[in-house]
């Protein structure tokens, strides 16, 4: 039974909302160790065909089942397709992002802990070598980490309760915003350093010899799950829509925001890293050990000023850890809501509890459960590498094939052109890369995952 639905009231609102969901730890912390394994400026290049060429033609795809059922994933499939098996797909798509969900807690309680230990000046009262050893200390210790998880959780719980328009709209109209005005200061003082132009010239100069087939594979995963596609979490968006809203022009709005998110990024964090003459290809500790390690190393002797550039970054990292989790809940509480009349109250502690139980065994699984092993991978790795690697892959591919296949073409028009009045003339293009080319791509990111 489909109850009346919320809407965003503008634009700005479904474009905040959407980029909010996109641009995260996907963009800030991931994006910038990714980019720097394979090898700076060439891999930016091939991440913007693959955002522009691939990821965006799934997110139209999302975003047009979302609008033209006005359900949740489980119910869309159901109204559009009736009587088939496509709506197990759609539950298929609401279980990834709360798994998701569950370990992006975790991480997004670490930057709760970093902001508090920058605005305690922790950062500054010890050597900067202890620093990079802090990170490890800290991800393996029992408690810290839970009670970290716990904050995050219970805040992505608080926004996601207040409504889609008292809660997500009004949160991402002002983080978003905050969060731009939050990574220039960081882009800034990370030019100002002495040595930033090397990392400036990395950022710039490609070098085409280090893209591998992996790098491209990477690419693409990175294009998944930076623009947030094949969990739901767009075609829950896209379902609260309007109708005359044009879903191409809210789509590109919501790509190029993620792109120019990542590759401000990339300028806060590269420059910074030559300045201090660290080396780019660090990993995953890049933003947690290396960042703090230079606001240290670069501020001593001023306490202050380190200590407002770090809690500046960290409270970035917060923002947009935060609006892209509510989007994540906000799959599965729309589920529950539409489709089981559960009150959105129980439905989102419900799932928030569910998730944070999981998230507790991803946080212990850097300490006392790391001896316990899935496949080879403690139970973070195992999760991240499962949804990054194969659930979003395989929401893409199911919505894709959705849009392209199963959908009739007069169907699919009528909602990307709004009944005929927008975007007529693209709408060819867009539908062959529905159709044949995001598949296509998608298996061929399974095979090299597999094979690779
Ligand atoms: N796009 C988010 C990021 O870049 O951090 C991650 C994400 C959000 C993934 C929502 C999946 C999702 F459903």
Known sequence: MIKQRENFGSRFAVIAAMAGSAVGLGNIWRFPFVLGEYGGAAFILVYMMASLVLALPIFYAESIIGRRSRCDTFGAMKKLAPGTAWRWAGLLTIVSPLLILSYYSVVGGWSVEYL?????????EVPAEKIPDFFGRFISSPWQPIFAHTAFMLIVAGIVLAGVSNGIELFSKLAMPALLVLILVIVGYSLTLPGSMKGVEYLLKPDFSRLTPQAYAAAVGQAFFSLSLGVGTILTYSSYVKKDENLMVSGLGTAVSDLVFAVISAFAVMPAVFAAGLQPGAGPGLVFETLPYIFNKMGEGLPMLSTLISSVFFAAILAAALTSAISMLEVGVAFLTDE?????????????????VVGVLCSLSFGSLSRIKVLGLSFFDFLDHLCSDWLLPLGGLIFTLFVGWKMSKADVRDEFTNGGTRNVRIFGAVYFLMRYVAPVGIVVIFLTNLFL
């Open 340 to 356: 089981k009349g559960m009150k959105r109250r129980s439905a989102t502690l419900l799932l928030a509890f569910l998730c944070w």
């Open 116 to 124: 508090f230990k920058s605005l305690s000046f922790s950062f500054t």
